[in-house]
């Protein structure tokens, strides 16, 4: 059974940061693959930060500069360190492959950005 646990989110004033983590179940998905999403409310989950086998990794234009995904391969967790937060970075974050998501996903873990 495929297992994403998303963790790490919180409330955090505008310019603050906040480090999200998943880990995944190993039989299904490798941390060599992860990507994190993210959906607003009334928008569509869209990607935020990918990262591929190879170490090469992908931004949504809105998060260069303050967003950093990483992985720790030995415990399949991926993470997103998220710096300089902003109110529209507000969402339900999940992590999931990359860069073609499975059709399962995990709960999610909220971020609120207060201005």
């Known amino acids: 059974q495929v297992q994403l646990v998303e963790s790490g989110g919180g409330l955090v004033q505008a310019g603050g940061s906040l480090r999200l983590s998943c880990a995944a179940s190993k039989s299904h998905l490798s941390a060599y693959i992860m990507g994190w999403y993210r959906q607003a409310p009334g928008k569509q989950r869209e990607l935020v930060a990918g990262?591929?086998?190879?170490?090469?990794?992908a931004y949504a234009d809105s998060v260069k500069g303050r967003f950093t995904i990483s992985r720790d391969v030995a415990k399949n967790t991926v993470y997103l360190q998220m710096n300089s937060l902003k109110p529209e970075d507000t969402a339900v974050y999940y992590c999931?492959?990359?860069?073609?998501?499975?059709?399962?996903w995990g709960q999610g873990t909220q971020v609120t950005v207060s201005s």
């Open positions: 999931n492959r990359y860069p073609v998501p499975i059709t399962y």
């Open positions: 990262m591929l086998a190879d170490g090469s990794t």
